[in-house]
């Protein structure tokens, strides 16, 4: 079955979980802001449309969040 639009989403890991966790870019605390990557990273190992949110984040140009395991950063790297 193909993905359309961003039907994707419904069957994300993250579609329950608190975004905050996934956006941690205004948080000042470095341990906090840790603590929320290293949440979002774990929760996305075991995603079932991980694909397709990098396919998201990039074609987006996503400059926050964490997106299929990944900060900004590490989604520019080749």
């Not at 193909?2 to 069957?11: F, I, K, L, N, P």
């Not at 956006?23 to 603590?35: I, M, N, Y």
């Not at 949110?53 to 900060?71: F, P």
Request: hydrophobic share 25%.
């Amino acid at each position: 079955m193909s993905e359309t639009g961003q039907d994707w989403r419904e069957r994300a890991e993250c579609r329950d979980e608190d975004s905050e966790m996934f956006f941690p870019d205004g948080v000042t605390d470095a341990e906090e802001k840790t603590r929320r990557i290293n949440g979002a990273k774990r929760l996305c190992l075991h995603c079932r449309v991980l694909e397709q949110c990098l396919d998201y984040a990039l074609t987006t140009d996503q400059k926050d969040g964490i997106y299929a395991g990944k900060t900004y950063e590490e989604r520019q790297l080749p």
